[in-house]
Structures are given as structure tokens and as C-alpha cells.
């Protein structure tokens, strides 16, 4: 059985219709006799959506206890038992309740779709991983549960649902998408037009990228070469002269002319090497191209003019940006220029021939003397000219004959043939040298108009011009071949140099796993660009497969590793061209880069040996990547581990001692205590148990946290019965609270809330200047109540903001006598166990607020 269809309903907010879609869809199909069965809905009460889950078969869920608390989640084991033809699963982004076999509910519908079960499937823009950082920024809302982009990417359907953020409010403000209590603070923060707005387009974007990626692999599927304008590409072409600044401006307000159009720079690189680029200007003309949002490319090709349209038309180019041709009016008799040619051969590609300072300047000696080589135009030049100028040499001579001598013929025939020579190469000059020998021989040499020699000297002075013209042939030959040799290498170069520069580029970004996954897709995609393919594919050859003829055919020996283009391959030999690669990654088999979409010259092999090698270390580093973040966690174990032995060598031994000390003063009878010490003496004692008590509760706690075995009790709680209490365990603190009436109730654990709430008021009265309270405020946000307690001490750097979370961490404390540094730690565990947060914001005017973010609790009715 085939891997299952997955389909998605994206949406730019809450309450645009998702879910009520995929029901929708749901029932459609269930009439149409499909077996659709649901296995996760959330409705979040809503009734209209409620409404469409009558008729349909529900799976029940699974039941989850984490914390004392139950939860459930779908039962992936039951749906893929039940083998549904379509399953309707809500919430691609979720994150299931720890313990469960996946982290992630996307990896749940993998399962599901890996049984041959269609999937229909919902999630918001805001839990994209490319843009969760862009709609924490709008919207000032951090998004914890983010599904990566290439899930949603491979998906064989994605449907946005759209709705216009004024219809979007007008929803809410009818009660369609919250409960009324909650409807002004969304209204004023979320669901502001802006936001809503911002979202929109940032749906939009990505939705049209996704389908652009779906034409592109359409457009390389079916061989279709032509230009489709659905959206908008400039493509300035570069020739690493000084005029390419002006270039890439020119093209860059071009391409702003249009919202959403792309920018793209080529070079063409001569596959014969004969180029006069200056490698300092292209690379400060492709700063500048990425500077202007933009990106450079570098390919390969015989042909200037084919070459770049082909690559226009490989990237459905809409326009083309060309500089005005350099050469002079008279090199431009003999030949129409790249411009000309281009714009001629550009078909439904709008051209732009854009004139610059260097327009009729003429190309540099050094130019003319790297053209020098003998590419067969040339050779085929060389030819012509040996047919056409030695019977026009031999007229002028015999016109002439009377006042020049023999030897100054051969001279001139010398002459002529060295021409062709540097024109045409080695074979039209030795043409040109017999062809000559016969002349003189016929025509200048006694007796006249016969091929036979009397004088000897005469023999002689002819067999010098021959062996003369053969030798400067051979040496202008072997000159033109080294020459062309030096400067294939010299385009090598720059391709592995462009190549160097992106693997580089590729470094930057967060996370080590999926940075060496981005640098071997841009190895694989910089290479089908650079030799204009239409895929190529990295294989793994299977750890039980042979390496046999026999192997490299069957597409079941062999593991697709990353493909980028068209259609990948499944074997060596389904391609036109491949490279194996004996050293393969840690635990890996034999590799193989093949490429499809056109034959590649055996002097190309070297350089694509290079990418090989280069993807080859790409995926041993991506493996050990997530090799090392699999080993992090041990890590950061053995690092608490390590930590906590640390503080009970001093904290827990520092209260223990001073009891001991009290209590041993306390029992002795050689000492006679009066009544204020024995009271001074017990006081200590119990002051160094309290807090002993305190330190082994924390520890206690934070462990129980990483084990995830913290008991919890989660009650529907007011805020303002929990303060109170929180703040005579702090006692005598100067605090003033600011909340305001009716705040909605949170869902919590009404000691654990008060032990937060009792650290993070403790931290604020420890750095408090003197004479200045300590503020309490309390906000409603959605579904979400914030309660921030301000001071205003000395505040955290924000590079130490995280750090200050880490348990035993005492930023800028230097007293060892107050604690092992878990209060923070803790608070933020226990925050989170209650699916809240604890966050640092810089207090306006000096000093730090602590922001702890609770879930609201939902009124029976709904």
C-alpha cells in the first residue's frame, strides 16, 4: 500500500474557518461514500463547529496522566487499527503530553500517513517555524509549538483559508470565536487590524512560495522550458566588469516595482574558461545584490547568450537586465554582441539593454589576448582565411614579380601562414603552410608554372618555410591549449569558490542539525544551477546491498538521501550522470550524486567530484549534528548533576553547620546561657532548619520536575485569593498591588502558584532600592492572564536573561548564604507544568519585571 495524501488548511489567525473546513470536507466526502473518520477535533466550543461532527465516526482519544493531571491525545495506534480511508486529525502543530511516543503531533500524522491513510489536517502561519520569530515580533505573543516548514512544504495540498481582518474582528466581536469576557482585551491586542493584517500577508507569502516551488517541480517534470509569468523575476546578468553596480541598481528598482518580485544576479562562466571577469568586482557586485534582498548565481556554458536565457528560462525569468555592449563600431561589424543576441533569441523574456560608462570603450589588450584561443569558429576562420588570402598573396606577388626576390616571398607566405596560425591554430596553419610551399613552387621558383625544383638552394628555402610554418603552428597551438587549460581552471575556481562561499553562508543560523541540513541542500541545488540539471539526487546505498553491476539498476538498493529539481532518482543509472563517494558518512554506506537533465563533459568530472566530496562531508556533519544534539540532554543532565553536588557540598552543609553549632551550644554545661541567648541560640537553630527545609524542597521539586513525576492539583483559581497568601510568606515586604476588577480565573495549582508567586516576589524585595515598592499588576490577554511584579534594581543584561533561569545561577549575587539559586528555575518549571511561562522584560527607567503568564480558565457554558 502507497503512502497516504496529506492535506492542510492554513489559516493567518484563529477563528478563520480551519477547522469547520476540514469538517466541512469531512462530510462532503462521507457522502460521496469515504470512510472519513475523525481522530482529533478540537471545536474550543464553538457550536457551528460542533455541529458539522454529527454523522461523523469519532476515534475515541487517548488517555495521557503527566503531573497528576489527565490529559488526552490522539490514539495514533487505534486510528491506523481502524484503517480509515480519510482521517480528519486537528492541529498539526501541537505538542503532545511528554511520554507519549512522539514528540509532536506532525510526526503522529507521518505514522498515519506512512499506513496509507489521507490525512486532512489544520494549523495557523504563526507555529511555521521560518516565521514564528516575524509574528512574535508583530504580535508580541511568543509561539512554543512550531511544526517545521518542509512538513507542511511536502504536503500534496495546501488551502488557505482567508478572511479580511475587518471580518475577522467583526467574528469576534459577535462571540463566534471567544467568550465575551475575552473579546475587548483580543479585540485590543491580538485581533488588532495591524496584526491581523501583518498575518495575513505573511500567509499569503508562504502559501505563494509553496505553490511557486509546485510549479517549478511541474514546469522540470513535463520538460516545459518557455516562460509562465506568474510572478515577477529580474535577472541581471554580470560580466564581473565595473558597469555591474549600475546593473544591479537598475534591476533591483525594476524588480521593487512589483511587491514580491525576486531578484536574481547570474555570471556565466565560458566552459572554455575565456573570460575577463574580475573576480574582486563579482564579488562586491554580489554583496551588493544580497544587500538589496537579492541572490547571486554562477553557471556554466559554451554559448554567452544560450547559457544565460537558459537560465533565465530554468527560473521562469520574466525580465532580463543586460549591459549595452562594450566593443567598439568595428568589432561590432563582425559580430552582434551578447545584447543583441540575446535579446533576439529572448522570445516572450522582456530585455533590458541598460547603458553604462564603459558602452564603445573596447575590451582591454588582455581580452583580445585571451580570445586567442581556437574554439572551432575559430578554426573554421583559420581555414577561410588560408583559402581566400594565399591565392590573393600569390596575385599581388606575380603582379609584383619583377622587383622581389624569392627569399622575400617566402617571407611574406611566412608571414601569412604565422597569421593563420594565431587565428585558426595548428591545422589551418599547416594547411596554410603546404598550400604555400605548392604556390611558391608553381608560381616563384625557376622554371615558373611547374612543380619542379632545378635549383637546390630553391628546395631548400622552401623546406625551411614548411618545417618553419609546421613549428610555429605546433607552438601557437600548444600555446592557445595551455592558455585554455588555465583559464578552465580559473573558472573552476570560482565555481568551488562560489560553492565555498555558500557552504559558509550555510554556517550561519540557529540550531547545528538544521544548519548542515541547509548546507547540503544548497551544495545540491547550487550544483543543478551551476550546470543547468533538472535534479539532483544524493543516494545511500543500502547497508545489506552489495556493490554489483547489479546494484547500481535497482532503485531497492539505494536510499534517497536529498534531491532538489524535478523528479529524483532512484539509482545510478537512472541518471545521465554519476559520482560514488567511498567515504560516506559515520555508519553509512557507499554514496552516490546523480544528476539528471543532460550529459556532462568528461572536464567537468573534476569539479563535480568537488561537490560530491563537499555533500558527503555536508552529510556527515548534518549526522553528527544530530547525533550531538541527541547527546545534549545527557549533557546538560551530567552538568546539573554536577552543579547540584556542588551546592550540597556548601548550601545544604552552611544551615546544617550553624544548627549544629546552636544546638551544640544549647546542650553545653559548661556555659551558662542567659535567657536572651538561649532565645538567640534557638532562633538561630530554627532560622538555619527553616531554610535548610527550604533548600531540600527545591531540590526535591526540581527534581521531580525533570522526572516529571510533580504531583499537580489544577483548579479554576482568582488571583487575588492567591496574593495574599504569597505575600505574608514574604512579610513585611513593601509591595503595592495594582489589579483590576472582574479578571478572569486561571487554571493552576493553587501552593505550587503560591510558591511562584513567593520566589518571584522574594527576588524583586531582594534588589529593591530602600525607600521604592516593590509593583504588583494583573492583565487579561486572550485566553491568557499576566501577572508582572516589578522592581526597580539593578535589572539582568539581556544576554544573561537566559542564563537566569538555569538552576543554580546567582547573577550578580555574591552571598553564599542565600540559597543554591533554584528559586527562578523552579518558578519557570512550575509555571510550565501548568502550561504558563515565566519571562524577563526590562522594567521602563531601570529595574526588572518578571512576567508570569497563566491559561484562563474556560466558564462551564462553553
Not at 497516504?4 to 462532503?28: F, Q, S
Not at 541547509?518 to 539532483?536: D, F, N, Q
Not at 553491476?549 to 532518482?569: F, H, L, Q
Not at 537553630?685 to 531540590?699: G, K, P, Q
Amino acid at each position: 500500500m502507497g503512502r497516504g495524501r496529506l492535506r492542510i488548511y492554513l489559516g493567518a489567525a484563529p477563528g478563520v474557518g480551519k477547522t469547520y473546513a476540514m469538517l466541512a470536507e469531512g462530510a462532503r466526502r462521507l457522502a460521496r461514500g469515504t470512510d472519513v473518520v475523525v481522530g482529533y477535533v478540537e471545536t474550543h466550543g464553538r457550536s457551528r463547529t460542533a455541529e458539522l461532527l454529527d454523522g461523523l465516526e469519532i476515534v475515541p482519544r487517548r488517555t495521557v496522566h503527566y503531573r497528576g493531571t489527565t490529559f488526552t491525545e490522539l490514539d495514533t495506534d487505534a486510528l491506523i487499527a481502524r484503517r480509515p480511508q480519510v482521517a480528519l486529525i486537528d492541529e498539526l502543530a501541537h505538542s503532545n503530553v511528554p511520554g507519549s511516543s512522539n514528540a509532536k503531533r506532525w510526526q503522529d500524522i507521518e505514522a498515519v500517513l506512512d499506513a496509507g491513510i489521507d490525512v486532512i489536517s489544520t494549523v495557523n502561519v504563526q507555529h511555521l517555524d521560518s516565521v514564528n520569530d516575524v509574528v512574535e515580533q508583530i504580535t508580541g505573543v511568543p509561539q512554543r509549538e512550531t511544526v517545521p516548514d518542509e512538513v507542511v512544504r511536502r504536503a500534496d495540498q495546501v488551502e488557505l483559508i482567508d478572511m479580511a481582518p475587518e471580518a475577522l474582528r467583526r467574528r469576534m466581536a459577535h462571540g463566534n470565536i471567544y467568550a465575551p469576557e475575552k473579546i475587548d482585551a483580543a479585540l485590543g491586542n491580538y485581533f488588532r487590524v495591524g496584526n491581523l493584517t501583518a498575518l495575513r500577508e505573511l500567509a499569503l507569502l508562504w502559501l505563494a512560495d509553496k505553490v511557486d516551488d509546485q510549479l517549478d517541480r511541474y514546469r522540470a517534470d513535463h520538460d516545459i522550458d518557455s516562460t509562465w509569468e506568474t510572478r515577477e523575476r529580474v535577472v541581471v546578468a554580470l560580466t564581473g566588469g565595473s558597469e555591474g553596480d549600475t546593473l544591479i541598481r537598475r534591476a533591483a528598482r525594476i524588480a521593487d516595482r512589483t511587491k514580491g518580485a525576486d531578484l536574481l544576479a547570474v555570471h556565466v562562466t565560458r566552459s572554455d574558461g575565456l573570460t575577463d571577469a574580475d573576480p574582486a568586482n563579482l564579488t562586491r557586485q554580489r554583496s551588493l545584490v544580497e544587500s538589496l534582498g537579492g541572490s547571486y548565481r554562477q553557471v556554466v556554458g559554451t554559448n554567452v547568450p544560450d547559457a544565460l536565457l537558459d537560465f533565465a528560462r530554468g527560473v521562469n525569468a520574466t525580465q532580463l537586465v543586460l549591459g549595452a555592449s562594450r566593443r567598439g563600431r568595428a568589432a561590432q561589424l563582425f559580430s552582434r554582441g551578447v545584447g543583441v543576441t540575446t535579446t533576439a533569441q529572448s522570445g516572450t523574456i522582456d530585455v533590458h539593454l541598460v547603458t553604462h560608462e564603459e558602452v564603445n570603450q573596447g575590451r582591454r589588450w588582455k581580452a583580445l589576448r585571451t580570445a586567442w584561443g581556437v574554439p572551432s569558429s575559430r578554426r573554421n576562420a583559420g581555414f577561410a582565411v588560408a583559402t581566400l588570402g594565399l591565392p590573393l598573396l600569390t596575385l599581388l606577388l606575380d603582379h609584383l614579380s619583377g622587383q622581389l626576390s624569392l627569399t622575400s616571398d617566402i617571407l611574406l607566405f611566412q608571414a601569412a601562414v604565422i597569421g593563420v596560425a594565431m587565428i585558426g591554430g595548428f591545422y589551418p596553419a599547416l594547411f596554410a603552410a603546404i598550400a604555400g610551399s605548392l604556390l611558391l613552387n608553381y608560381f616563384f621558383t625557376p622554371p615558373f608554372y611547374t612543380f619542379t625544383i632545378h635549383q637546390p638552394e630553391a628546395f631548400l628555402q622552401l623546406v625551411v618555410y614548411v618545417v618553419v610554418g609546421v613549428t610555429v603552428s605546433t607552438v601557437v597551438d600548444i600555446t592557445a591549449r595551455r592558455s585554455r587549460e588555465a583559464a578552465r581552471a580559473k573558472a573552476d575556481s570560482q565555481i568551488l569558490s562560489t560553492l565555498a562561499g555558500d557552504i559558509l553562508r550555510g554556517e550561519h543560523g540557529a540550531g547545528a542539525a538544521p544548519r548542515a541540513s541547509r548546507t547540503l541542500a544548497r551544495i545540491l541545488e547550487r550544483l543543478r544551477e551551476t550546470y543547468g540539471l533538472s535534479s539532483v539526487t544524493l543516494l545511500e546505498r543500502a547497508h545489506d546491498a552489495p556493490m554489483t553491476p547489479a546494484t547500481k539498476r535497482d532503485p531497492g538498493s539505494w536510499i534517497i538521501v536529498a534531491t532538489v529539481g524535478g523528479e529524483p532518482c532512484t539509482s545510478p543509472d537512472a541518471g545521465e550522470s554519476d559520482v560514488l563517494i567511498d567515504d560516506g558518512p559515520p555508519d553509512g554506506g557507499v554514496l552516490a550524486l546523480v544528476l539528471r537533465g543532460r550529459t556532462l563533459p568528461a572536464s567537468d568530472r573534476r569539479v563535480l567530484e568537488a561537490f560530491a566530496a563537499q555533500a558527503a562531508v555536508a552529510l556527515r556533519h548534518q549526522r553528527l549534528a544530530e547525533a550531538a544534539e541527541q547527546v545534549r540532554p545527557l549533557a546538560a543532565a551530567d552538568k546539573m548533576r554536577t552543579a547540584l553536588l556542588n551546592a550540597v557540598s556548601h548550601d545544604l552543609r552552611t544551615p546544617l553547620a550553624s544548627a549544629k553549632a546552636a544546638v551544640d551550644s544549647l546542650g553545653s554545661r559548661e556555659i551558662t546561657w542567659s535567657v536572651r541567648d538561649r532565645d538567640e541560640l534557638t532562633a538561630t537553630a530554627a532560622e538555619s532548619l527553616e531554610r535548610l527545609d527550604r533548600l531540600v524542597a527545591n531540590l526535591l521539586d526540581m527534581s521531580r520536575l525533570q522526572a516529571g513525576s510533580l504531583g499537580m492539583s489544577l483548579q479554576q483559581i482568582a488571583i487575588e485569593d492567591t496574593m495574599p497568601r504569597a505575600l505574608a510568606d514574604v512579610g513585611g515586604a513593601d509591595i503595592e498591588i495594582r489589579t483590576p476588577e472582574g479578571l478572569p480565573e486561571v487554571v493552576a495549582d493553587p501552593a505550587l502558584l503560591e510558591r511562584i508567586l513567593v520566589n518571584l516576589i522574594s527576588n524583586a524585595v531582594r534588589y529593591n532600592p530602600p525607600g521604592r515598592p516593590v509593583l504588583l499588576t494583573a492583565s487579561a490577554h486572550a485566553d491568557r492572564l499576566q501577572l508582572r511584579v516589578i522592581d526597580r534594581g539593578p535589572g539582568i543584561p539581556p544576554a544573561d536573561r537566559d542564563r537566569a533561569f538555569e538552576p543554580f545561577q546567582r547573577l550578580g549575587d555574591r552571598d553564599n548564604h542565600t540559597g543554591v539559586g533554584l528559586g527562578l528555575a523552579l518558578s519557570r518549571g512550575l509555571a510550565e507544568a501548568m502550561n504558563g511561562s515565566i519571562e524577563i522584560e526590562e522594567t521602563p527607567a531601570g529595574g526588572l519585571t518578571m512576567v508570569l503568564t497563566l491559561p484562563t480558565a474556560v466558564p462551564p457554558s462553553r
